[in-house]
Structures are given as structure tokens and as C-alpha cells.
């Protein structure tokens, strides 16, 4: 009778015992599965090197980008072609007896909208009488 019933501890230490080996290969199973998986795991470390590379490239292009402009602020400050440049393209200006002629773009798909033409001619064409008088 004695052997028949066991007390709770003894009957874990046996449980353990016979399954102790099935313990370890799940403990295993589940430290391999965070390692890869978790959110200091393999996948996640890979993720966050794909970023750092990404971030140096757009540092990389911002950095050149950035330099490119300081010699440009460079130049502008000393380079009097350069500041003749801008001068002729953006503003317009010219030497003393030099002439401008702007042409119009080559694009043959600009097409002149005939509505706005008609517009004008509209607005031209009221007569005096619909204005009001001015005291």
C-alpha cells in the first residue's frame, strides 16, 4: 500500500525524471525561436541593418547635395561670371547696348487657348455705359 500511494513531491520528481529530456528540447525549441523571431532577434537585427544602410545613403546624398550648394554660395559670392549668369537667365538683364530677344518655347504641344483669347476680347469689347461712372 505504501508504494501505491505517493506523495505529491514524489510524484513530480518522477514526472520530471521521465520527461526531462522532452523539458530540455522544448526549452531549446523556444530559445532558437526568439533568437531568430523576437524582437531582438535575428530577422529584426537584419531589418535594422537594411535601415542603417538606407539612412547612410540618404546622409550620403544630403552631404554631396550639400556641399554642391556651398560651392555654388561660393561662387556667387566670388565668381563674377557666375553671378553674371544668374543675372542674364533669371533676371533678364543685359550689358549697355546688348538686346534681348525671348522666343517661345519649342514645345508644339503648348497649343494658344482660343478661350482665353476670347475672354480678352470680351472684356475689351464692353461698353463704357455697363462701368459704373466715377463721380
Do not use: C, Y
Amino acid at each position: 500500500m505504501d508504494q501505491r500511494v505517493m506523495t505529491f513531491g514524489a510524484q513530480l520528481r518522477r514526472f520530471l525524471r521521465e520527461n526531462a529530456a522532452a523539458f530540455l528540447w522544448l526549452g531549446l525549441a523556444l530559445l532558437v525561436l526568439q533568437d531568430i523571431f523576437g524582437t531582438h532577434g535575428v530577422l529584426a537585427m537584419r531589418r535594422s541593418q537594411r535601415e542603417a544602410a538606407e539612412i547612410r545613403k540618404e546622409i550620403q546624398k544630403l552631404n554631396d547635395e550639400n556641399r554642391r550648394l556651398q560651392d555654388r554660395v561660393k561662387d556667387l559670392k566670388s565668381d563674377p561670371q557666375a553671378i553674371e549668369q544668374i543675372a542674364r537667365e533669371e533676371m533678364g538683364l543685359a550689358r549697355p547696348g546688348e538686346l534681348i530677344f525671348k522666343l517661345p518655347p519649342k514645345n508644339s504641344d503648348v497649343a494658344p487657348d482660343s478661350d482665353s483669347t476670347d475672354k480678352k476680347n470680351r472684356t475689351s469689347e464692353q461698353p463704357a455705359a455697363s462701368q459704373p461712372a466715377q463721380p
